[in-house]
């Protein structure tokens, strides 16, 4: 049968080229978004406000003056010191994180400037073993902790983590310890401490420094708790109420003490820093890269901060 087979040989099928992904879908209003123009807009959706998760070089693109950041402590890597293994090997699972994300563990910690105000910022990754909290992050943060006293500025902690890293046993959860030990020091130093929490921030990393801020500001829609919305749902055998454990509703019971945006996060950072320290700062990186367009939608969103209190005081 002639007529199925090539006429000419050597005419190979061709390889489907691997496309980047240009659009996505919202997960907050089901839109279409073109991904550049995401990234534009802080991986925020222009229609419905969702935010997306980022990576932590996005924070520093968008907090750090000059998108300067002096890193420190990145060579600390986890060792898998029960030689653990579920479903994955813990060892494979730390390569494979490493390889993804070029990055050694779930946290980077280092020194930067917001708006002129030096800062000691640590910044952690979700997408390291869903941000994790191990002998790595633990350490690092302890050492950043140290940093601010030794540097006298204040320090800021953005956490996006699902918990304690179980592979890690025991040693992970001694970290509640260590990071809340350290974390006094500093109070004890007269320094402040701003914890941001975004999506999501569980588990371990709730229970200790997460919580411990001398402001908790929280992203918009963010996931924060102890135990996750589906185990409480099991446990309790209830309907939980709409946006349980979401940003809006830890504010209205008072767990966090704002609702951020991402696009005014630089700017209310630059309002606790200059009355919460002593530092002066010229004019010129005061105002930064503070743009009237930056400025304007904080003040929409200032405004609904309002309603959100309006409701919280109305339905107590
Ligand atoms: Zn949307």
């Not at 293994?85 to 994180?97: E, H, I, M, N």
């Not at 209205?252 to 200059?274: P, Q, T």
């Amino acid at each position: 049968m002639d007529w199925f087979k090539r006429a000419k040989e050597g005419l190979k099928p061709q390889k489907k080229k691997e496309m980047p992904e240009l659009w996505l879908k919202c997960t907050g209003c089901g839109e279409i978004i073109y991904k550049k123009e995401l990234e534009k807009n802080f991986n925020v959706c222009t229609k419905c406000d969702f935010h997306f998760r980022q990576k932590s070089s996005d924070y520093i693109a968008q907090l750090l003056d000059d998108n300067q950041f002096d890193e420190f402590n990145a060579n600390i890597s986890s060792v898998d010191f029960l030689k653990f293994k579920a479903l994955k090997k813990y060892s494979d699972q730390l390569k494979a994180a490493v390889k993804k994300t070029g990055q050694n563990d779930a946290i980077r910690t280092g020194f930067g400037k917001i708006c002129g105000y030096e800062v000691v910022i640590c910044i952690m990754d979700f997408s390291f073993i869903g941000g994790s909290m191990g002998s790595v992050v633990g350490e690092k943060i302890a050492r950043a902790t140290d940093e601010a006293i030794k540097r006298h500025v204040p320090l800021i902690i953005i956490s996006a983590s699902g918990g304690a890293r179980m592979m890690e046993a025991a040693i992970s959860l001694m970290q509640l310890a260590k990071t809340s030990a350290r974390l006094t020091k500093l109070a004890e130093a007269g320094l402040p401490f701003i914890s941001i929490v975004t999506d999501p921030t569980t588990g371990g990393v709730t229970a200790s420094y997460a919580m411990l801020g001398d402001f908790i500001l929280a992203e918009p829609g963010a996931l924060i708790g102890f135990a996750g919305p589906r185990v409480i749902k099991q446990t309790i055998g209830q309907d939980l109420p709409d946006g349980f454990q979401r940003s809006e509703f830890q504010l209205k019971h008072g767990f966090i003490d704002a609702v951020i945006s991402r696009h005014e996060m630089k700017e209310r950072l630059r309002e606790i820093l200059e009355f919460s320290t002593d530092t002066q700062v010229d004019e010129d990186a005061r105002n930064g890269d503070l743009s009237a367009d930056s400025i304007s939608r904080l003040v929409s969103v200032t405004k609904m901060d309002e309603d959100t209190l309006d409701q919280g005081i109305s339905t107590n």
